[in-house]
């Protein structure tokens, strides 16, 4: 069965400062992974997908890498803003499921 | 463009009173289909996901059952609701296929009293 880690589970920054969330996995066959972003009491949004065969993905301040064979994913956040303030969920998928982490709360702080 | 729905947003149904949530999708046809529960303080834990229209796959052993009757639309349903029930459901869809991005709904907000 799939687990997924991420750490730290919350996270508190002044404003510019640039942000690491790691994301474990345990079982490497997998089809893709997704950043997501949680606003309280929304729904998810994605931010990023990286293919199983990707190391990395980028879009504007952010950018995930992909490390398969060892089972890790990082989300950098570049220069951080108080907007930038949510949980970061990753998932992976296998098979036509998502597993997620239980998430990473950051916030930024003016 | 696509767009997923779901109601109510918000729910509080006493013990042992039926339940029944509705997400819906547009523009897009044959998604893959899938029910999430997000209890406070935890991770999302995947319930149902659906392939096709009656083709419904269950993840853990629960008081909820699932239904698409039609194409777009899945369903979430119980006969008696638990306290244990109590959580935030999100409805999320896929494009036919592997490895693609999954789009979540605005959720639902469940308080069973």
């Known amino acids: 069965k799939q687990e997924v880690t991420q750490i730290p589970a919350a996270l508190s920054v002044p404003e510019g400062e640039n942000l690491v969330l790691n994301c474990s996995f345990t079982?490497?066959?997998?089809?893709?992974l997704q950043w997501f972003r949680q606003d309280p009491g929304k729904g998810l949004t994605s931010l990023l997908l990286?293919?199983?065969?990707?190391r990395e993905q980028t879009s504007g301040r952010l950018n995930a890498s992909l490390d398969k064979s060892s089972g890790r994913s990082t989300l950098y956040i570049a220069a951080s803003q108080p907007g930038d303030s949510a949980t970061y969920l990753c998932?992976?998928?296998?098979?036509?499921?998502?597993?997620f982490g239980a998430g990473t709360t950051v916030t930024v702080r003016a | 463009s696509q767009t997923i729905h779901q109601w109510p947003a918000t729910l509080v149904q006493p013990v042992g009173s039926p339940l029944s949530l509705e997400c819906t999708v547009e523009?897009?046809?044959?998604?893959?289909l899938y029910w999430y529960r997000q209890a406070a303080g935890r991770g999302l834990q995947l319930l149902f996901y659906?392939?096709?229209?009656?083709?419904i796959s269950s993840e853990v052993p629960q008081n909820l059952s699932a239904s698409r009757p039609q194409d777009r639309q899945f369903i979430l349903s119980s006969k008696k609701l638990l306290l244990s029930d109590s959580g935030f459901y999100l409805c999320?869809?896929?494009?036919?296929?592997?490895?693609?991005?999954?789009?979540f709904g605005p959720g639902t907000r469940l308080t069973v009293l």
């Open positions: 659906s392939v096709g229209i009656g083709q």
């Open positions: 990286i293919q199983s065969s990707q």
């Open positions: 998932a992976v998928k296998d098979d036509y499921k998502l597993s």
């Open positions: 523009g897009t046809s044959n998604p893959n």
């Open positions: 999320a869809w896929t494009p036919t296929g592997i490895t693609d991005t999954q789009y």
């Open positions: 079982d490497s066959a997998i089809y893709n």
